[in-house]
C-alpha cells in the first residue's frame, strides 16, 4: 500500500464485477487500520530488495522538517562518498528546502554530471527557479509545474530506490497516555492486530457517549474489523449496530450514514425490498452528503499532532483510509447484487435509478476514492435498470477514472522527494481537493 491512499487499488472497482471478492477485499483492506496501517513506508512502484538506504534516514528527517539533522545525516554519506548520487539528490532537495538555492545548484549540476538523463535534474532546476522568485512560488505549483515541463517520459527511473516517510514508530505508552477523544483515535489508527481488547471496550462505551462523528465513526469501524478475536465478536458486533443507528440519529442529514443504518439491518444477501428502496428512494432525494475525507482527516491530523507534530499530516492521511468512507457502499452493491436477475421488474428499476443519483451525488465529492466509488454504483445501477443511457453514462465514467488514475501516477514521482514543505502541501492537496489537483496534470 501507497503513502498517499488507496489509488492503485481503486482501478478497476467500477466494473460489475466488483462487488463480490473484490469489494470485500477493498473494504477489508479499507477498514483494516488504514488499510492495516499498512502504508507507513509503502511505495508506489516496487524497489529491489537489495537497493541501498544508507541515506534514507537523511531522507526521511528531511521529510519531517528536521533540517540539521537531515544535513548532518547526508554529510556523513558524502564524506566517505561525494559523488553518491543518492547523497547528493537529498542534499539538494535539503538546501532547497531550507532556501539555499546556490549550493542546491551545485549539487544538481554534480547530480547532472553523474546521472544526467534523470528527470530529477530537470525538476530540481525548475524548483530552483521558481522558489527563487519573489515571493517564492509554492511548493505545489512549482512541482506540478515542473512536473508538466518534464512530461511523463523517465518517471519511471529514480536516483532514490526508497520512498521517504516521515513516520516513525509511536510507542503504545505514548500512544496510551494521550487522553480523551484524540487519544481514542490514535489508539484506533495504530491498534494491532487482533483488536485489543481494551481498544473493544473503548469503542463499546461509545454508544452510550456524545461524540463527534468521526469518533463514531472510528468506534464502529474498531468494531466492525476483521481482527476483533472471535471471543469479543458477538458484543463487538451489536455494538458496532448500535452505533451505525445512533451516527445515522445524530445526523439526520447525512447522506452516507442514513443509507449505511437503513441497509444494514438485514442479511447482507437479502435483497431489497419495498420498504428498503422507498427509504433509499427518500434518503438519496432528501439528504446531502455532508461527510468528507478532509473532515475525517483534519481530526486524525490533531491527534496525531499531539504527540509528534512532524509526521502529523503523513500519519493522517493515512489513518483516515480506516474510518472513510463508511462502508455504505459495500453493503449496497451487496443487497442489490441477487436483484439483478429476479423479482419485480418495477422494483428493480426503482432501485436502479435511486442508486443512479446517489452515484451522481457520490462522484462530485472531489476524490479518486469517491469518484470510483461513484462509478461502481452507476454501473450497478445500470444494471438493475437495465438503462442503456445509464450503461453508457457508468462506462464514460470508468474510462474518465482510468484517465485520472493515470494522471495520479505522476504524482506518486512526487512522494519520492525528500522536501518537507512539498510532502505537506502535497498531502492537504490530496485531502482537501484531490480531482482538481490531478486534472491539472492532464
Known amino acids: 500500500m501507497d503513502k498517499w491512499g488507496p489509488v492503485e487499488r481503486l482501478d478497476g472497482v467500477g466494473r460489475d464485477d466488483a462487488e463480490g471478492e473484490s469489494v470485500t477485499t477493498w473494504l477489508v483492506a479499507a477498514i483494516a487500520a ?62 532547497i528546502q531550507a532556501g539555499d538555492l546556490k549550493a542546491a545548484t551545485e549539487d544538481t549540476n554534480q547530480l547532472e554530471s553523474l546521472r544526467g538523463k534523470l528527470p530529477e535534474v530537470r525538476i530540481l532546476r525548475e524548483l530552483v527557479v521558481a522558489r527563487g522568485q519573489t515571493p517564492p512560488t509554492g511548493w505545489m505549483p512549482a512541482f506540478v509545474g515542473a512536473l508538466k515541463k518534464v512530461g511523463a517520459n523517465g518517471l519511471d527511473q529514480h536516483v532514490l530506490e526508497y520512498v521517504p516517510t516521515s513516520r516513525r514508530p509511536l510507542s503504545s505508552d505514548v500512544v496510551g497516555r494521550l487522553p480523551g477523544r484524540d487519544g481514542f483515535l490514535l489508539r484506533a489508527a495504530e491498534s494491532g492486530q487482533p483488536a485489543p481488547a481494551t481498544l473493544i471496550s473503548e469503542a463499546e462505551q461509545m454508544v452510550g457517549q456524545e461524540q463527534p462523528i468521526t469518533i463514531l465513526l472510528a468506534a464502529a469501524s474498531v468494531l466492525s474489523s476483521p481482527h476483533v478475536a472471535d471471543s469479543d465478536k458477538p458484543e463487538a458486533t451489536t455494538a458496532a449496530h448500535a452505533l451505525i443507528a445512533k451516527l445515522a440519529r445524530e445526523n439526520p442529514r447525512e447522506m452516507y450514514l442514513q443509507i449505511w443504518a437503513a441497509l444494514s439491518d438485514a442479511s447482507d444477501s437479502s435483497p ?29 491530523r490533531t491527534a496525531y499532532t499531539k504527540v509528534d507534530p512532524a509526521q502529523a499530516s503523513e500519519a493522517a492521511f493515512a489513518a483516515t483510509f480506516a474510518f472513510y468512507p463508511p462502508p455504505f457502499h459495500v453493503v449496497l452493491m451487496r443487497r442489490t447484487k ?51 443511457d445509464l450503461a453508457a453514462d457508468a462506462d464514460r465514467k470508468r474510462k474518465e477514472f482510468q484517465s485520472l488514475l493515470r494522471a495520479a501516477d505522476r504524482l506518486k514521482f512526487a512522494a519520492e522527494w525528500p522536501i518537507a514543505g512539498l510532502m505537506s502541501e502535497l498531502t492537504e492537496r490530496k485531502a482537501h481537493g484531490e480531482l482538481e489537483l490531478v486534472r491539472e496534470l492532464l
Open 338 to 388: 441477487p436483484m439483478i436477475k429476479s423479482g419485480d421488474p418495477t422494483l428493480r428499476r426503482r432501485a436502479g435509478l435511486a442508486v443512479a443519483r446517489l452515484a451522481r451525488e457520490v462522484m462530485n465529492q472531489g476524490s479518486l476514492l469517491d469518484l470510483s466509488i461513484g462509478s461502481m454504483l452507476l454501473g450497478r445501477a445500470a444494471a438493475l435498470a437495465g438503462d442503456s
Open 34 to 95: 488504514f488499510v492495516g496501517i499498512v502504508i507507513f513506508l509503502a511505495a508506489f512502484r516496487a524497489r529491489s530488495a537489495v537497493a541501498p538506504t544508507v541515506t534514507k534516514p537523511a531522507a526521511d528527517a528531511a521529510v519531517r522538517g528536521e533540517t540539521e539533522q537531515a544535513t548532518r545525516l547526508i554529510e556523513q554519506v558524502l564524506s566517505s562518498d561525494e559523488r553518491n548520487p543518492e547523497a547528493l539528490f537529498v542534499r539538494a532537495c535539503i538546501r
Open 272 to 300: 431489497l425490498g419495498e420498504t428498503d428502496v422507498a427509504k433509499l428512494e427518500h434518503v438519496v432525494s432528501s439528504t446531502p452528503i455532508g461527510l468528507h475525507l478532509s473532515g475525517v482527516y483534519e481530526a486524525m
